[in-house]
């Protein structure tokens, strides 16, 4: 497979600019998806703001100087557009789970054991309940296994910015569960 190196040097020599750009899309589409997901939880919201996402890429991508991994400068983007839609919705957590709980009570009726998907509703509720700061790096580290440097690149922070941040979140989230 072509490396993420390649495709940006062919798309910024102008050689099949829509065939590497199309193939940087498609190797990163779905992990960027579900950690933009994990901030808003609808598929909608989501969907929308990876769009919004791709689109920066495309406009910024000649300038892209490979500084970083483009999977960090691109979760850097998601994080960016993510806060900002967030930020322009005004959604509280709690209206963001509504619908979300119907859907994973739907798929708990429908299993035999309903225990895993309780389990997943409450850790994600706790998630949804923490400060953004919090969220982003708990989701990065726990969800997506990511190093702190890695972290702290995407957030722009230091390393023990990123780890004071999981550590409070982990802190609050044993808070959250333990109280039920």
């Keep these: 497979m072509i490396t993420d190196q390649a ?9 099949a600019k ?7 899309v498609k190797k990163h589409q779905t992990k960027l998806y579900y950690q933009i997901k994990r901030m808003v939880i609808e598929h909608a919201d989501a969907d929308d703001i990876a769009q ?10 000649a300038g892209f100087k490979m500084e970083s991994e483009f999977s960090t400068w ?13 930020n322009k919705q005004k959604r509280t957590a709690s209206s963001s789970f509504d619908s979300s709980d119907e859907s994973y009570m739907g798929t708990a009726s429908s299993t035999k054991d309903p225990l895993p998907v309780q389990i997943q509703i409450k850790l994600e509720q706790a998630v949804q309940q923490l ?17 702190y440097e890695k ?11 990123a780890k004071a941040n999981f550590h409070q979140a982990v802190k609050k989230m044993e808070e959250m569960l333990s109280a039920d």
């Design 52 to 61: 919004l996402v791709w689109m920066k890429v495309w406009e910024k991508l």
């Design 151 to 161: 972290i702290a690149e995407i957030m722009g922070t230091t390393i023990g910015g």
């Design 131 to 147: 400060p953004e700061k919090q969220r982003f790096v708990f989701m990065l580290r726990y969800f997506e296994e990511m190093n």
């Design 7 to 15: 495709l940006i040097i062919q798309f910024q020599k102008n050689e």
């Design 74 to 86: 691109l979760f850097r983007i998601g994080y960016n557009e993510t806060l900002n839609y967030i």
């Design 18 to 24: 829509e065939v590497a750009f199309t193939q940087l």
